[in-house]
C-alpha cells in the first residue's frame, strides 16, 4: 500500500483494490477500486482521517509502521461504512491512547457494527475544529451523500477537503491525482450514477457547500484526488441535475423472439426519428452501464415477454434497481409479446413507483407481432418524438 505525499505532512495512504469483482455484491468494479485513509502530521498531534476496507487492515498498518507513526492522537471517521472504517479496531488497538473523533450519529453505527467503545470516541459537531499544533480540522456534517452520519473534514491551513465517498470514483490507479484519461472516463460517473444518483438533492446541497469552502485539493476516500476542484464539481452538477437527453434507454429480454422483434422495431423507429437509443440485453447487461444511463435518458422503455404470468425476473430485476436509483426520466413505455395474458404492465407499475415519469400506453401483442402491430410500435416511436420536442430535447 503506497503512502504518498499529498502536500508536506500530508500523506494518502490507500488500499488499491484490483480484485474485487462486485462491491457490496452489486455493483460491477471493472477498474477496481481504493480506499484511501489520510494521514495528517499536525506538528504537535498526529490524525488519521478514514481508514480502508477490513481485508486490507494488514496493508494499512504496514503502511503506518513503514512511516514510523509512533503515536497517533486521532483517527477521524467520516462515515461508518465498513470500506472506511473496516480498519478502524485494528488501528485503535495499535495506538491505544488515540480517540476516535466523529459526530453523534456516525459514533452510534461505528458502536453498533464495529463494537467501537464509547470512552474512545471524542464527537464532533458540524463546524468544530480539532488543532493538531500547527493545523486545523475542521468537521463538516453533510448528511446524505450517502449514508445519514456522512462528514467532511476540512484541514484549514492547507485547504484539503476530505470528502470521503462524495466526489470519489471505484477506480484503482497508482496515480495520486486524476489524469485527463480518468476525467474524461467513464469511471467517475459509474460510481455517482451507483452510489450519489439516488440522493441528487443532496448531492446539489453538498456540492454547494463545497464551492463555499473553496478546498485547493478535495481528497476522497475512493480513486484519485482532485486538484482542479472546479472541473470535478462541474461534473457532478450536471450529473446531479434533473436534465435529460435526447435518449431512450431500451431495456429487453426476450424467451422465443417475438419481443425481441418488437424492441428491434422500436429501436430502428427511434433511431430513424433522430432519437438516441441505449439498447440494454438484460441476459447479459452491465449493471453500472445501466445506472451511467439513466443518468441521461428521458425516455426508458421496458421489453419483456409474459412469463409466469408476469414480467420477465431479468426485466423486474432491472425495473426494481433503476426505480432504485431514482431515474431523471419523464416517459416510460413498455412493450412485449403474451401468450395468453397477465399482469406484466401492473407489476412493471408497482415495480416503479419511485418515478414521477408519465407512463404512455403499453403496445402488447398476442403471439408474434403482425403488421399491425408493428405500426403501433411506430406510433410508440412518434408518440416518444413528440414527447422529446416538447421537452425541449430536439
Ligand atoms: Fe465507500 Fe459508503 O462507503
Redesign the pocket.
Given at each position: 500500500m503506497p503512502a504518498q505525499k499529498v502536500v508536506e505532512g500530508v500523506r494518502a495512504i490507500r488500499a488499491l483494490d484490483w480484485d474485487l469483482p462486485m462491491f457490496d455484491e452489486l455493483i460491477p468494479l471493472p477498474e477496481g477500486t481504493t480506499?484511501n485513509a489520510y494521514l495528517v502530521q499536525g506538528g504537535e498531534k498526529n490524525a488519521l482521517v478514514d481508514t480502508v476496507d477490513g481485508r486490507m487492515t494488514a496493508e494499512l498498518m504496514d503502511a503506518l509502521a513503514r512511516i514510523g507513526v509512533e503515536q497517533l492522537h486521532y483517527i477521524v471517521a467520516n462515515?461508518a461504512?465498513k470500506?472506511?472504517s473496516g480498519s478502524l479496531p485494528a488501528v485503535l488497538a495499535e495506538y491505544p491512547s488515540a480517540k476516535l473523533v466523529t459526530n453523534s450519529r456516525c459514533a452510534g453505527m461505528l458502536q453498533d457494527s464495529l463494537f467501537v467503545p464509547r470512552e474512545r470516541i471524542q464527537v464532533v459537531d458540524d463546524g468544530e475544529t480539532l488543532s493538531l499544533g500547527s493545523r486545523t480540522l475542521q468537521f463538516h456534517l453533510a448528511p446524505g451523500v450517502?449514508?445519514p452520519e456522512t462528514m467532511f473534514t476540512l484541514l484549514r491551513e492547507d485547504g484539503i477537503l476530505f470528502t470521503?465517498?462524495f466526489l470519489?470514483a471505484h477506480f484503482a490507479s497508482t496515480d495520486l491525482f486524476v489524469t485527463p484519461a480518468v476525467m474524461g472516463g467513464s469511471s467517475i460517473k459509474r460510481y455517482f450514477a451507483e452510489?450519489m444518483a439516488p440522493y441528487r438533492p443532496h448531492v446539489r446541497k453538498h456540492l454547494a457547500k463545497v464551492r463555499e469552502m473553496n478546498p485547493a485539493i478535495v481528497a476522497p476516500?475512493?480513486g484519485p484526488l482532485h486538484k482542479d476542484v472546479a472541473a470535478i464539481l462541474d461534473l457532478h452538477e450536471e450529473w446531479a441535475s434533473e436534465n435529460v437527453k435526447n435518449e431512450v434507454m431500451l431495456l429487453h429480454v426476450s424467451t422465443h423472439g417475438a419481443t425481441r422483434a418488437m424492441a428491434d422495431h422500436l429501436m430502428n423507429a427511434l433511431l430513424e426519428r433522430e432519437i438516441c437509443v441505449r439498447p440494454f440485453h438484460l441476459t447479459r447487461a452491465d449493471m453500472g452501464e445501466l445506472a451511467i444511463a439513466l443518468l441521461d435518458a428521458a425516455t426508458i422503455v421496458v421489453a419483456s415477454p409474459t412469463i409466469l404470468a408476469g414480467l420477465h425476473p431479468l426485466a423486474a430485476s432491472a425495473a426494481f434497481l433503476a426505480n432504485q436509483l431514482r431515474p431523471k426520466a419523464k416517459i416510460l413505455g413498455v412493450i412485449g409479446a403474451y401468450g395468453w395474458g397477465g399482469r406484466m404492465v401492473e407489476q412493471l407499475n408497482g415495480l416503479l413507483s419511485n418515478t414521477k415519469a408519465e407512463a404512455l400506453p403499453p403496445v402488447l401483442v398476442k403471439g408474434h407481432p403482425r403488421a399491425q402491430d408493428l405500426l403501433a410500435l411506430d406510433e410508440l416511436a412518434d408518440t416518444i418524438r413528440r414527447k422529446h420536442h416538447d421537452l425541449g430535447l430536439l
Open positions: 480506499y462515515h461504512e470500506d472506511h450517502h449514508w470521503c465517498d470519489g452510489i476516500s475512493h
